[in-house]
């Protein structure tokens, strides 16, 4: 389970001076349940699941992920989350099992222990093939389907996923699709950042739009297009956007 | 503690990364082990064979005689390495020098045979070009036919006048080097080897260090290990070590790179070096000894330049304030010579060159040894924790 209550951060830039990146946010996703960060590019979603994902310390506010607060066990948040972005590479001159190999130590899978869920991944993810090839040769298909392996090698509970389409061609994002979908029929806590409508249509339990780093809306698909009386998700998304104050005018 | 660390799987998985890397191959164990001493080796090759072609080698003098001096002109004539060529005039021989007919020449006086012949001093004239690698041996070939000369004349004088043959010297002087063959080996050793190493340790771990820290930012796989349970202490020590080792291995590739053909077999090596090459065990553990808080110490440095980086190109453009802040000084060690005052050994990358220089100049000494490894080690780990805190600041890891 994730609640995060009154996140903030903010950073200092020389051209802009103070800039508030996310604005008290608040969130709630349950297990099973795929909570989807609805937003533009530069709304706030990737500083949200950093801070989620103890990459960032937020200035204000706090979160719990699977019960550990994330500013005093850190550790044990990271160790009870998978996290998976369009943008995160492989290390090109590791195999593809050396990668997933790695990713277990770093979670304290050892010996006998590891080796089984290696194998066991390889071989749910059809990664048999390539897995002694190296990372930089792989195709994007089968460098995602590694990325997957690696993020659940050590059965997170919660699976953050930031933009985890992103760049990817059709066939490619419906592998990372299916997976999603399938975190949710295993009973993990998703939270999923995008700004593509069909893709939240598709998964999302519930949707926070995300504007300027506030939450605009929250609700159901559904929901969000009976509160704008749009049929379509993408003018449901736009309306909120526009009547949305900008809180830093 | 450290194996069953994550900072030991961080460790593990770079090294096997690293080692992967070709570049990191061919700058840290091809080039030092094959490349240097195929370069060396090639260059004291041809500087030997030039050395020895230019003793063999016959050199055109002119002489200008402008009166006779059948003695000395007789003992030109019968020196092989010399063939002369007579001028009537000093132009006429200037211009043949400037157009390398002749290599140097040699006027004689009007009045120097009679002087020579009244016991006094005949007046020469040598003319040459510095300029011209051949006309300076001329001269040089000249200088030595005109001392042999003066000195049987001498003998002569010393004869006809019945002195002593003390008479023409008032001192005796016998020197005596007390170095043994394999000591003077060693302190050559110590005028570039020190100064090597600490290039070796510094420079080796670049491309390591840039791959490790700027290059995971560029590639993207940075997010992923920081969202790992790794601590950032974890990471931090996993790839200070990595590029720690790497430049160890440089160091001693280095080492084995230069010692090892002077070492084993390469005799006209040890001739260019001028004696026996060796060093004995405690002196290369000594050195091995201080060398690691040197590459501990640089690996942080360039550790800090990584992290601060947005990637391996912005990282490249800091190396030169790097390089400065490492061969300066060294460099200045050079200057210092080894028996130097015991401040030097606060003062980092130079202690550590010149207590390499003491060990190989038989000058070891124990408390500047100590001051220069315990202050080094301090350095190091002042720059490590700077390096730790740098990978703490999320506005430097996430800098864009």
Redesign the interface.
């Known amino acids: 389970m994730i609640i995060a209550e009154n996140l903030t951060k903010t ?1 200092r830039d020389r051209k802009r001076g103070l800039v508030r990146a996310v604005n008290n946010l608040s969130l709630t996703c349950h297990p099973g349940q795929i909570f989807g960060l609805l937003g533009a590019n530069g709304a706030g979603k990737t500083t949200t699941l ?1 801070m989620l ?5 937020p200035t204000h506010g706090n979160a719990t992920i699977a019960g550990y607060d994330i500013r005093k066990n850190p ?1 044990e948040v ?2 009870s ?1 998978g ?1 998976l ?1 369009g ?8 195999t593809a099992r ?1 990668m997933i190999q ?2 277990g ?4 899978l050892r010996g006998t222990d590891l080796s089984t869920r290696v194998d066991e991944l390889i071989e749910r993810l059809k990664i048999g093939e390539f897995e002694n090839g190296r990372c930089d040769k792989l195709s994007t298909g089968q460098k995602q389907r590694v990325s997957i392996a ?1 993020s659940i090698v050590h059965r997170p509970p919660v699976m953050i996923f930031d933009e985890p389409t992103s760049g990817l061609d059709v066939m490619t994002s419906q592998t990372i699709m299916a997976f999603i979908e399938q975190c949710r029929i295993d009973n993990l806590t998703v939270v999923f950042s995008t700004h593509i409508m069909s893709e939240v249509e598709r998964l999302c339990d519930r949707v926070a739009i995300v504007h300027h780093g506030v939450i605009a809306a929250e609700g159901s698909v559904d929901e969000l297009r009976q509160l704008t009386g749009e049929a379509v998700m993408e003018n449901a998304f736009l309306k909120i956007v526009h009547e949305m104050k900008d809180p830093h005018v | 503690m450290f194996s069953r660390s994550l900072s030991y799987v961080v460790f593990r998985k770079e090294l096997r990364e690293t080692l992967r890397d070709k570049r990191v191959l061919l700058g840290v164990i091809v080039s030092p082990l094959l490349v240097t001493p195929l370069i060396l080796g090639t260059i004291f090759f041809f500087a030997g064979k030039k050395q020895m072609q230019k003793g063999e080698a016959i050199l055109d003098i002119g002489i200008v005689e402008q009166a006779a001096f059948p003695e000395l002109v007789q003992q030109l004539d019968d020196n092989a390495t010399i063939k002369t060529k007579h001028f009537d005039t000093r132009e006429e021989a200037i211009t043949a020098v400037e157009k390398r007919i002749v290599r140097a020449v040699l006027v004689v006086s009007e009045t120097a045979r009679s002087d020579f012949q009244n016991d006094q001093s005949a007046g020469l004239e040598m003319i040459f070009t510095f300029a011209n690698e051949t006309s300076q041996s001329a001269k040089s070939r000249l200088q030595n036919v005109i001392k042999e000369f003066d000195k049987s004349a001498l003998a002569k004088r010393i004869q006809t006048m019945a002195l002593p043959e003390s008479f023409a010297k008032p001192t005796s002087l016998s020197i005596n080097n007390i170095a043994t063959s394999e000591s003077t080996g060693s302190f050559v050793l110590g005028l570039f080897l020190p100064y090597l190493i600490v290039i070796s340790a510094a420079f080796g771990g670049i491309q390591t260090a840039f791959d490790l820290c700027a290059g995971e930012k560029e590639r993207s796989t940075m997010e992923t290990l920081l969202v790992s349970p790794a601590s950032r202490s974890d990471i931090v020590q996993g790839k200070l070590f990595t590029i720690f080792t790497i430049s160890l291995i440089a160091s001693l590739c280095a080492i084995t790179g230069i010692v090892g053909p002077l070492a084993f077999g390469l005799d006209f090596l040890k001739d260019s070096v001028g004696n026996q090459i060796s060093i004995n065990l405690t002196s290369v553990l000594a050195m091995l000894l201080i060398v690691v808080p040197l590459a501990l110490f640089t690996s942080s440095l360039l550790l800090v330049i990584s992290s601060f980086a947005r990637n391996q190109k912005e990282a490249q453009t800091y190396i030169l304030p790097f390089i400065s802040i490492i061969l300066l000084p060294a460099m200045l060690s050079t200057i210092f010579g080894a028996e130097t005052q015991l401040y030097t050994a606060f003062i980092p990358v130079m202690n550590i060159s010149l207590t390499m220089k003491q060990i190989l100049g038989d000058l070891f000494d124990p408390l500047y040894f100590a001051i220069s490894l315990g202050s080094s080690f301090l350095y190091a780990y002042i720059v490590m924790r700077i390096a730790t805190a740098f990978f703490q600041r999320e506005n430097i890891l996430f800098r864009t």
């Open positions: 950073f950093r994902g103890t990459l960032l310390e550790q990271r160790r989350i996290f972005s943008s995160t590479a492989l290390y090109g001159r590791l050396e790695y990713f130590q770093l979670n304290n690696r």
